[in-house]
């Protein structure tokens, strides 16, 4: 209907990146932002291109481009702090990443990416703080109440962390990670009164995802 429509190809170049052929994505992109040098998903789809190569740093420069053009684009800042924290390692410059998408937008989601990172990067006690933040806003909101579980956790309030790993896990289904199910088993061996009932079948369900589980074969070498 129209070939020359920066927004329809600029969603093609994801498409086929999403299938790996990044030469006819690189292709549509050059054309999107030929037609359109401000167009926000043109230079989104950059970053993801790049992402995807693996070229991290080169994600970095397209999603800051896109940021410059829209900077209320909350989603931009959580794709900046993707790359930071999965390609670069970065937790600072990531935290940073999702404290702004936090500011653009307060959300569930953004929320939980900043608990999320800050929990990954050792910070147990503003984690909490900060899913606990998620949590009110949604509390059927899966990830956010299982990292809130881990964070508990690894703050040794085992009865809390017992509560919203239990509770998380059932939100998530069939995503849920072996970590998941072996912490909420542990939770209930180190907490008072210790449960080894309750924690025997979740440390189980760990071993069904991974025979070699060391935390979970401990725990149950424990009860």
């Known amino acids: 209907i129209n070939a020359e429509n920066a927004e329809t190809l600029a969603v093609l170049a994801e498409i086929y990146t999403d299938v790996g052929n990044y030469a006819i994505a690189s292709d549509y992109i050059d054309q999107a932002l030929a037609l359109d040098p401000q167009n926000v998903l043109a230079h989104r789809s950059w970053a993801y291109l790049r992402e995807r190569r693996t070229d991290y740093d080169g994600a970095l420069e397209a999603i800051a481009e896109a940021i410059a053009i829209d900077p209320n684009r ?15 390692l970065d937790y600072p410059n990531a935290i940073a990443a999702y404290r702004q998408a936090v500011d ?3 959300s569930p989601v953004t929320l939980d990416a900043l608990g999320d990172t800050l929990f990954n990067s050792g910070d147990y006690l503003q984690a909490v703080r900060v899913l606990r933040d998620a949590v009110e806003m949604d509390p059927n909101y899966g990830p956010a109440v299982v990292h809130l579980g881990m964070a508990l956790y690894y703050r040794r309030n085992y009865e809390d962390a017992v509560i919203s790993l239990e509770k998380g896990i059932n939100l998530i289904g069939d995503s849920v ?33 991974n025979p070699t589980s060391e935390p ?8």
């Open 177 to 209: 990670r072996e970590e998941y199910f072996y912490t909420a088993g542990m939770a209930h061996v180190y907490k008072e009164p210790q449960d080894c009932a309750a924690a025997e079948p979740w440390l189980r369900k760990a071993l069904e995802l």
């Open 74 to 88: 909350w989603d931009l800042y959580m794709e900046r702090g993707r790359y930071y924290r999965v390609g670069k």
């Open 216 to 223: 979970a074969l401990n725990g149950l070498s424990i009860c």
């Open 104 to 106: 653009v937008h307060s």
